[in-house]
């Protein structure tokens, strides 16, 4: 059923440099998801886990992935619901009393928003692109910042088109351009407790919420030809980043958006 781990991202993880650490993972829709790879890293790599799924139509769907990852909390999370995040964060601190490491790989927007020019986006529809994929990082932060008392990892999901114009991203290039400087203040407030932040920033990838750009197919096929590398990113590699990243190699990194596409973003 599922994508199996590349042999390079299965030499990557012959370790536990993670063991004892309790990562909480926001966003598996399914087995394609960046959330997931994230999560199969984690726990290649010793992580407990805790994840969460949309609604009762997403758990079909998420539930066989939490228990092949052996997922201790498994729990409903749409964030878009009042108190549906604190409820989260009250099974974590009921269940583990700690956490070591928050991932966020939501995004939303109305479709007419997210498909139509940016000048012509509805006040409604931008208010809950940037709560669903801004605002709920900030809030799954300050939820997470009394768990990690000694010190944590908090992580996002942006995209290229923050920071450059990537045509048909639209209503998403300002949301996560407001994302990626979340990020950044994050990091200044809460590095005095050790908690530190990042952004990563996948090149293009055949995702369910990836879909819903328009031509996006075409995009995916100009990634391929103007990366240096000549590939597609792949789950795995953004797994293995975020992992990097919540390592003791990564200690003295924060605020940062690291690019995961290939070299893709450094082409004119």
Not at 68 to 87: F, K, M, N, Q
Request: aromatic share 6%.
């Amino acid at each position: 059923m599922n994508e199996r781990p590349s042999a390079t991202a299965r030499a990557a993880v012959q370790s536990t440099i993670l063991q004892g650490k309790r990562a909480l993972v926001i966003g598996i829709a399914n087995e394609h998801s960046i959330a997931y790879g994230c999560a199969r890293i984690f726990r290649q790599l010793g992580a407990e886990l805790a994840v969460t799924y949309l609604n009762e139509k997403a758990l079909p769907h998420v539930e066989p992935l939490a228990r092949e990852l052996g997922a201790g909390i498994l729990v409903p999370c749409d964030v878009a619901r009042e108190g549906a995040l604190e409820a989260v964060f009250d099974q974590i601190r009921d269940k583990w009393g700690s956490l070591d490491i928050a991932l966020h790989s939501i995004a939303f927007a109305p479709k007419e928003d997210l498909q139509g020019r940016l000048v012509d986006s509805s006040a409604e529809g931008f208010r809950v692109a940037m709560d669903v994929s801004c605002h709920s990082f900030l809030r799954m932060a300050r939820l997470a910042e009394p768990l990690m008392r000694e010190g944590g990892t908090l992580l996002a999901m942006s995209y290229h088109g923050a920071s450059k114009v990537v045509p048909n991203y639209n209503l998403m290039g300002p949301v996560k351009a407001a994302l990626e400087s979340a990020v950044r203040y994050l990091a200044y407030e809460l590095g005095d407790k050790h908690i530190r932040v990042h952004a990563i920033s996948p090149g293009p990838l055949k995702t369910r919420a990836a879909s819903g750009l328009k031509d996006f197919d075409v995009l995916l096929s100009e990634a391929v030809e103007r990366a240096p590398i000549g590939e597609l990113v792949d789950i795995d590699d953004v797994g293995l980043t975020a992992a990097f990243l919540t390592t003791p190699f990564a200690r003295r990194l924060t605020g940062t958006t690291t690019y995961v596409d290939g070299g893709l973003s450094i082409m004119a």
